[in-house]
Every structure is written in structure tokens, then in C-alpha cells.
């Protein structure tokens, strides 16, 4: 299967600000508050999603709970 690439074309305003599209968030399953890493590799900037630990805990079971 083939992915899919999504391009856009943004306006940098005077504040340096920018607007990740509605469908580049949807697909990254971003969300307000989500922490972004932004690096600059070459003349490129990368930006990627900084998933947090709480993604990662572990479920305890019954027995240590109690």
C-alpha cells in the first residue's frame, strides 16, 4: 500500500507563526497541547510529534493493585 503525501503551501506571518493544516493534525491524530520537536536539517525544517510517556505505562494487574 502506498502512502499518501500531503503537501501545503503556508504563509509565514510577521510573527513567525504558522497553522498546521486540519488534515496534517487528523492524520497525526494531534490534538491542542500536543508537544511538536522542531528540527532544522539543512535548509529543511522538521517538525514531528513528541509522544509522551503516557503513552507508554504499563497496565498493573488486579493482584499488584490490590
Avoid: C, H, N, W
Avoid at 1 to 28: A, N
Avoid at 29 to 41: A, K
Wanted: cysteine-free; charged content about 30%; hydrophobic content about 40%.
Amino acid at each position: 500500500m502506498q502512502e499518501v503525501t500531503l503537501t501545503r503551501v503556508v504563509q509565514l506571518p510577521s510573527r513567525g507563526q504558522i497553522t498546521l493544516p486540519t488534515d496534517f493534525r487528523r492524520k497525526l491524530g494531534l490534538v491542542e497541547g500536543d508537544l511538536l520537536q522542531m528540527t532544522l536539517v539543512g535548509e529543511k525544517i522538521e517538525i514531528q510529534p513528541v509522544r509522551t510517556a503516557d503513552a507508554r505505562l504499563r497496565q498493573y494487574t488486579e493482584a499488584e493493585v490490590e
